[in-house]
């Protein structure tokens, strides 16, 4: 069984910056991608982005794209979240996930990942 914890959440004021980090522990063998969905109040889950095994290629929702940037951790079973310029529409509860193989990396269900963080808030405020 694999555990994710994430870490880094908190309140920023809209226009600010802020880190997320989760670290994955158990069985963590393999090549595996790594990403991030939330959920805002009263709204499905949402991918939000995700980054390949190595590192070298990573995905955006098009809602980010520009504004997020995903990347592994020097451990190869973590990976980090720097968001710039947060919007009030960016206050979610944040998930670390892990990626299933067979779906390719960037594939936005929720049936594309088998491990799911305790999920870490975030608030934006204007």
């Known amino acids: 069984q694999v555990q994710l914890v994430e870490s880094g959440g908190g309140l920023v004021q809209a226009g600010g910056s802020l880190s997320l980090s989760c670290a994955a522990s158990?069985?963590?063998?393999?090549?595996?991608?790594m990403g991030w969905f939330r959920q805002a109040p009263g709204r499905d889950r949402e991918f939000v982005a995700s980054?390949?095994?190595?590192?070298?290629?990573?995905r955006y929702a098009d809602s980010v794209k520009g504004r997020f940037t995903i990347s592994r951790g020097n451990v190869k079973n973590t990976v980090l979240l720097h968001m710039n310029n947060l919007k009030s529409e960016d206050t979610a509860v944040y998930y670390c996930?892990?990626?299933?193989?067979?779906?390719?990396?960037?594939?936005?269900?929720?049936?594309?990942?088998?491990?799911w963080g305790q999920g870490t808030q975030v608030t934006v405020s204007s």
């Open positions: 996930v892990v990626q299933n193989p067979r779906y390719g990396l960037g594939y936005v269900g929720e049936r594309g990942y088998d491990y």
């Open positions: 158990g069985r963590t063998d393999g090549n595996y991608a």
């Open positions: 980054v390949s095994w190595s590192g070298d290629r990573q």
